[in-house]
């Protein structure tokens, strides 16, 4: 296990995190709206979270047990590093969408980890929800215009987009339940 989280503990903070972002976005929903349209182009949360991402997989290349590789974790650290630098200068559209995707990937890594060698059924929950982030971070990553169009969607009408948040909530409340009280 790379991580030292217990399941309980990352389904309470996921789903504090899932409520309080799509609470926020449904308070106020206009700003949050022309925000979210904004995101997929957006180079400053490009350099943001792709800073975030090369920092987290530089993290996990020199701290996870590598067995024959070891005597190579620099070259590895090296390697994210430069895969980080080179993909903000010469990969820089939709960085923010591919950032994400990788940042999506990363997290699912954690939400896999907690729920490793337990028995139970209800932590089906947390591991679909990991497989969801894992095939939304490839497309983030593969194919950015994707989350663009998927933006656009949800956003068309504001009926829709609310709905969209609510359901975000009740899956937020629903994690902090599940790790309060059945984990």
Same mark, same amino acid.
């Given at each position: 296990?790379?991580?030292?989280?217990?399941?309980?503990?990352?389904?309470?903070?996921? =789903?504090?995190?899932? $409520?309080? +972002?799509?609470?926020?976005?449904? $308070?106020?929903?206009?700003?949050?709206?022309?925000?979210?349209?904004? $995101?997929?182009?957006? /180079?400053?949360?490009?350099?943001?979270?792709?800073?975030?991402?090369?920092?987290?997989?530089?993290?996990?290349?020199?701290?996870?047990?590598?067995?024959?590789?070891?005597?190579?974790?620099?070259?590895?650290?090296? =390697?994210?590093?430069?895969?980080?630098?080179?993909?903000?200068?010469?990969?820089?559209?939709?960085?923010?969408? !591919?950032?994400?995707?990788?940042?999506?990937?990363?997290?699912?890594?954690?939400?896999?980890?907690?729920?490793?060698?337990?028995?139970?059924?209800? !932590?089906?929950?947390?591991?679909?929800?990991?497989?969801?982030?894992?095939?939304?971070?490839? $497309?983030?990553?593969?194919?950015?215009?994707?989350?663009? /169009?998927?933006? /656009?969607?949800?956003?068309?009408?504001?009926? !829709?987009?609310?709905?969209?948040?609510?359901?975000?909530?009740?899956?937020?409340?629903?994690?902090? +339940?599940?790790?309060?009280?059945?984990?």
């Amino acid at each position: 296990m790379i991580y030292s989280f217990s399941l309980p503990q990352v389904s309470v903070w996921v =789903g504090f995190g899932l $409520f309080l +972002g799509h609470a926020w976005c449904l $308070f106020d929903y206009a700003k949050c709206a022309a925000w979210w349209r904004s $995101f997929p182009r957006s /180079d400053l949360m490009g350099g943001i979270l792709l800073t975030a991402a090369t920092a987290w997989a530089s993290w996990l290349a020199g701290t996870i047990n590598l067995m024959e590789y070891t005597k190579y974790r620099p070259l590895f650290v090296l =390697g994210v590093i430069g895969l980080g630098v080179s993909s903000w200068l010469y990969v820089r559209e939709f960085i923010a969408v !591919r950032s994400l995707g990788i940042l999506l990937l990363l997290g699912a890594d954690v939400l896999l980890d907690a729920a490793f060698l337990r028995y139970d059924a209800a !932590r089906l929950v947390v591991v679909s929800y990991a497989y969801v982030l894992i095939i939304e971070g490839m $497309f983030m990553v593969g194919a950015p215009y994707l989350l663009r /169009d998927a933006i /656009d969607w949800a956003l068309v009408n504001p009926v !829709r987009g609310k709905i969209l948040l609510v359901m975000g909530i009740l899956f937020g409340l629903l994690l902090m +339940g599940l790790g309060l009280f059945v984990y």
